[in-house]
Every structure is written in structure tokens, then in C-alpha cells.
């Protein structure tokens, strides 16, 4: 990866949860990462929390909740689980974790 290479590795910031935290310590351990990689560690790691704090509330409350006049409509949050999913994936592949060649940059048609 082209950039500036971070020669001590920073601990994890405080306010990510125990299995974010886990996985930024796996991943510096793991990985030369630049000063760019770090940001994308920091937003995939707040992203994980994120998606385990919308993931037991639906749990909690349940796939569907009552709609205005009592039907049953999806649960608002499953929205921001799909997105949250969406965004760990691609802050992850940003960061090129397998060390494989560079996915192939052009968009499928």
C-alpha cells in the first residue's frame, strides 16, 4: 500500500466496545497499515459497534413492529442494519486486509 507506514501502531480509541477493540488490536498486530488505514480501522471498528448495538435491538423488539393502525411493518432499524452492513464491507475491502492484489477498480456492468 503506497503511503507513509505508521512506525508505533496506536491502541485502540477508548470509546469502541470489547469485540471492536479485539479486532483493531488482531488487525495492527496482523498488518503494516498507514496513517489512511487507521481512519478506515477507526470507522470500520465504530461501524461494527454500531451494527451489534442495531442488531440487539432488533432482537430485543423483533423483526416487525406495529404499524399506525396496528399492521405489522418491518422494523425501522433492519434499514440501518443493511446499511451498517454495507458500509463494514466496503471500509474493509478499503483496507485490503488479505494482502491479495488490488481488487479490480473498474465497476461491473
Known sequence: MPGKKVADAPGPPKHLKRRSRSFWRSVVATYELT???YVLLRSACETMDRLDEVRA???EE???VPGSKGQLRPHPLLGAE??????LARL???LHLEGGPDPDPRVPR
Open 35 to 37: 496513517e489512511g488505514d
Open 57 to 59: 435491538l432488533i432482537d
Open 62 to 64: 423483533g423483526l416487525t
Open 82 to 87: 443493511k446499511d451498517a452492513r454495507i458500509g
Open 92 to 94: 474493509l475491502r478499503e
